[in-house]
């Protein structure tokens, strides 16, 4: 398995309060994403950073904001939680290249986030 | 905009049934496309993957899949399937000129039965 690890694994949070996931690779890739995984909805791309305080919005970043201060971490952060954020979140990392391990994404763990 | 879609959300099937898990994706350019399976519990892991030439892919644990670029189609097989294989499968694409960037399907749900 790749080297990314997510933290916390599991978190329950109450409405209002804002949290931070965080992401740590040591694969030493350039590119990092967030994704949220819901039922029915397959994995949805929050924000991706394409390098050191390099970041872009995803197609669900409403309520979400990243930051990348270091090529091995990327931390989520839900500046107010709310329940509609309850979700399963996947880091993932690629390096993306010539050849055929381009865009390759290898995926964290997963944090479990309930928002009550 | 770029969509993927599976059109089986949950397949039961018995041990050594065969596997057809459809994926068609909406996008003119040139794709990567991508089968990632998630086992209960656990993360997502590449299954197989096509960039370019043999249309026709093999990946781990005998699965296969195969390009049909006329049909926006990378339809997911396994000849005869085990218990084991009780998981959900994600189709994935990637637009080649919009970076790194996965479009995944909704998933399906696959349940063998022993």
């Known amino acids: 398995d790749a080297g990314i690890t997510q933290s916390p694994r599991h978190k329950v949070t109450e409405t209002g309060t804002p949290v931070t996931l965080r992401c740590h690779q040591t694969?030493?890739?350039?590119?990092m994403y967030w994704y949220r995984q819901d039922p029915g909805h397959g994995l949805r791309l929050i924000h991706y950073s394409y390098g050191v305080k390099d970041t872009d919005k995803g197609e669900v970043s409403d309520g979400y904001s990243v930051s990348r201060s270091k090529t091995e971490d990327f931390l989520l952060t839900l500046e107010s939680a709310t329940s509609s954020q309850t979700s399963v979140y996947f880091c993932?990392?690629?390096?993306?290249?010539?050849?055929?391990?381009?865009?390759?994404?290898?995926f964290g763990p997963g944090t479990r986030l309930t928002v009550t | 905009a770029q969509s993927v879609s599976q059109h089986n959300h949950h397949v039961i099937l018995s041990e050594a049934a065969s596997l057809e898990l459809g994926c068609n994706y909406s996008y003119g350019g040139t794709v990567n496309l991508f089968w990632y399976v998630q086992y209960p519990g656990q993360h997502l892991q590449l299954l197989l993957k096509y960039f370019s030439g043999d249309p026709l892919v093999k990946g781990i644990k005998g699965f296969e899949a195969e390009f049909i670029k006329s049909k926006f189609s990378f339809n997911l097989r396994k000849p005869s399937v085990q218990w084991s294989d009780t998981a959900e499968y994600f189709c994935a694409v990637n637009a080649v000129n919009q970076g790194g960037k996965l479009i995944f399907g909704q998933g399906t749900e696959l349940s063998v039965k022993p």
């Open positions: 694969e030493n890739h350039r590119y």
């Open positions: 993932a990392i690629s390096s993306p290249g010539s050849g055929i391990s381009s865009y390759e994404q290898y």
